[in-house]
């Protein structure tokens, strides 16, 4: 199996924006109009738009025509009816976006622009395990930043790939050895993550 890792970068032109908004579905419309922001609205039709067309190629259907399910915490699938092995995720941050695709394995991903962490050492307390706040609180001031973004990353495509929210996240240690971890930097300042199931 092959994971295919996509990035996508959300500040296009406006016909590129009203060309990927035709393919959305009302709901999808709808929840873009719900942002307060122009910016965040035009983010989001491209995410979900550029989304639609990978998968449309995997598919080879129209964008349109894709339909999507979601489970309890919000994260997105290929609607059953399709009948599809297709597997993703997307994560989005600043003007770049990620989406990963697999074929029978469950996956995860996610991207961070780095930035300032103010709150960063009260967070990993609460959400790292006691390893990584370690870690971090040896790691020099100048790089604290991106070394703190680069563990959130780690542990938010993880809970993602399991289908969960990081609230709920347990960390079982029994679990570790069905997935595999991929770190990299998709772009000058940005850090991203990718976790799989074994075998892909």
């Given at each position: ?97 990620l989406i990963a695709i697999t074929t029978d394995a469950a996956v995860g991903v996610d ?90």
């Amino acid at each position: 199996m092959i994971v295919h890792t996509w990035c996508v970068n959300l500040d296009v032109p406006a016909e590129t924006v009203a060309a990927l908004s035709a393919t959305l579905s009302p709901d999808e419309c709808d929840r873009g109009a719900r942002l307060r922001f122009a910016r965040d609205r035009e983010r989001f039709v491209v995410t979900r738009g550029v989304l639609r067309r990978l998968l449309g190629r995997y598919l080879d259907m129209p964008p349109g025509d894709i339909r999507f399910a979601y489970n309890a915490f919000g994260k997105p699938e290929l609607d059953p009816t399709l009948d599809s092995r297709l597997q993703f995720n997307v994560s989005h941050s600043a003007d770049l976006a990620l989406i990963a695709i697999t074929t029978d394995a469950a996956v995860g991903v996610d991207l961070e622009c780095i930035r300032p962490q103010p709150d960063g050492p009260e967070i990993a307390r609460s959400v790292f395990s006691t390893a990584d706040v370690e870690r971090l609180n040896s790691t020099p001031s100048d790089r604290y930043d991106e070394a703190f973004l680069s563990c959130w990353t780690k542990k938010e495509a993880y809970v993602k790939a399991r289908g969960e929210s990081v609230a709920d996240a347990s960390g079982d240690s029994d679990e570790s050895g069905r997935w595999s971890l991929y770190q990299f930097n998709p772009a000058p300042g940005y850090v991203g993550a990718v976790v799989v199931e074994r075998g892909a």
